[in-house]
């Protein structure tokens, strides 16, 4: 069974720095294209990230491009995306996804991670 | 960027009547849309992708259809378990987009 568990989460001061985790297990993890996407609270969902089986090609929104790397460890399974002078409009809850089999949709997700930028 | 629009916003339905939710893209994107289920306090399920086939263990009541900007999800038959928010997405160009979801409520 495929698993992506999100870790990091946490109050964070405007202008601070995060770091996310995404764990995960039942699959060939360096074999699929990995994602990000948030939910600010009571709003809808915003892809965030994205990066190749490999890691050697990375794509950002440009609400967040310049601020947060994604990044792989392909040998410990983890997707992480750092994230840097935080706004309170990146609160939200971090998802992790994986690319569906068939390449494209975004199946499983993971249950997320909320992050909360206030002074 | 590619922006998807969705309507309604909302949709009040009654259990067993039909829901057709709209979603359409900005650009053409072929056949690269998906869509996904959310309730409450959960993560976004796939439901269609390709625009018209159901992921794995989705029910027959759900269908999808489209191509190029104009793509529709159908409920045939909605269920209790069926309320909830759906959003539509394109996966053709980067950055990958959603739409902003259509809400079904019970009637």
């Known amino acids: 069974e495929v698993q992506l568990l999100e870790s990091g989460g946490g109050l964070v001061q405007p202008g601070g720095s995060l770091r996310l985790s995404c764990s995960a297990s039942g699959f060939t993890f360096s074999s699929f294209t990995m994602y990000w996407v948030r939910q600010a609270p009571g709003k809808g969902l915003e892809w965030v990230s994205g990066t190749s089986g490999s890691g050697h090609s990375r794509y950002y929104a440009d609400s967040v491009g310049g601020r947060f790397t994604i990044s792989r460890d392909n040998s410990k399974n983890t997707l992480s995306l750092q994230m840097n002078s935080l706004r309170a409009e990146d609160t939200a809850i971090y998802f992790c996804?994986?690319?569906?089999?068939?390449?494209?949709?975004?199946?499983?997700w993971g249950r997320g991670t909320l992050v909360t930028v206030s002074s | 960027e590619t922006v998807m629009t969705q309507s309604p916003a909302s949709l009040s339905v009654s259990p067993g009547e039909r829901a057709t939710l709209s979603c359409r893209a900005s650009q053409s994107i072929s056949n690269n849309l998906a869509w996904y289920q959310q309730k409450p306090g959960q993560a976004p399920r796939l439901l269609i992708y390709g625009a018209s086939t159901r992921a794995t263990v989705i029910p027959a009541r759900f269908s999808g259809s489209g191509s190029g900007t104009e793509f529709t999800l159908t409920i045939s038959s909605l269920q209790s378990e069926d309320f909830a928010v759906y959003y539509c997405q394109q996966y053709k160009n980067w950055p990958r987009t959603f739409g902003q979801g259509t809400k079904v409520e019970i009637k």
């Open positions: 996804a994986k690319d569906h089999d068939s390449g494209g949709p975004f199946d499983p």
